[in-house]
């Protein structure tokens, strides 16, 4: 069955720090992947999404991840936080060509120190 | 509207009663979606629409769950009898059309709980 892992539950780094939030799947084929965002009081962001092509995709709030198909990973990474980067950080994945039925990790819950 | 737009926010209900959850689609968005999000999980498909028609309801957990968007645009997530383990947060969400590759917009959810 297609499973989505987000390792951790909880991460806290410092402000300015660099961060990175892990993510591997399950899946029988490469499918499409994706990191959303939920801020309080929000709803779910889409912060990038990777199809095909460049393995390295850019995101919006200076987002980056990167698709690496022998891990079967899509980590999140920037490289310095700012404090209203808190929030919780869903990966999710798609059916390859299907719609968008999304498979979602539990997520990993940001705290931003000072 | 603007966004996906949510209703009630919040809701308290007692164990056996219905409850209706409304969502309002971005306006010309062709397909929606509802997800439920119990605490400390990443949000699971429910069921998803294409206009009017209910396309996919394999996440549905069983009968007493039903979903409606008669004209293709506001949606009705209804759950009869609810039970403790129905308490959860439940999204809407919708995109241009569910074709891979279209963003998928979320509302703020509808928190329910049962008591």
């Known amino acids: 069955a297609q499973s989505v892992t987000q390792p951790d539950i909880h991460i806290t780094v410092s402000e300015g720090a660099s961060l990175e939030l892990r993510c591997n799947y399950s899946?029988?084929?490469?499918?499409?992947l994706f990191w959303y965002v939920q801020s309080p009081g929000q709803g779910l962001q889409l912060l990038l999404k990777?199809?095909?092509?460049?393995?390295l995709v850019q995101g919006i709030k200076g987002f980056e991840a990167e698709f690496k198909r022998s891990q079967s990973s899509f980590n999140l990474r920037k490289p310095s936080v700012h404090w209203s980067d808190a929030a919780e950080y869903f990966c999710?994945?798609?059916?390859?060509?299907?719609?968008?039925?999304?498979?979602f990790g539990a997520g990993t819950r940001l705290a931003v120190h000072p | 509207g603007a966004g996906v737009s949510q209703s009630p926010r919040y809701k308290v209900t007692k164990r056996g009663q219905d409850v209706a959850l409304r969502c309002d689609p971005i306006?010309?968005?062709?397909?929606l979606y509802w997800y439920r999000q119990a605490l400390g999980q990443g949000p699971e498909f429910l069921t998803y629409?294409?206009?009017?028609?209910?396309?996919?309801k394999s996440g549905l957990p069983n009968d007493r769950f039903s979903a409606e968007r008669p004209e293709g645009s506001i949606s009705t997530l209804t759950i009869q009898r609810t039970e403790q383990r129905d308490s959860a947060m439940y999204r809407c969400?919708?995109?241009?059309?569910?074709?891979?590759?279209?963003?998928?917009?979320f509302g703020e959810g509808s928190w329910l709980t049962v008591v």
């Open positions: 999710a994945v798609a059916p390859p060509g299907g719609y968008n039925k999304l498979i």
């Open positions: 969400a919708s995109s241009l059309d569910s074709y891979s590759g279209n963003t998928i917009y």
């Open positions: 306006s010309g968005h062709v397909s």
């Open positions: 629409f294409n206009y009017e028609a209910q396309q996919d």
């Open positions: 899946y029988g084929a490469t499918p499409y």
């Open positions: 990777y199809f095909s092509g460049d393995t």
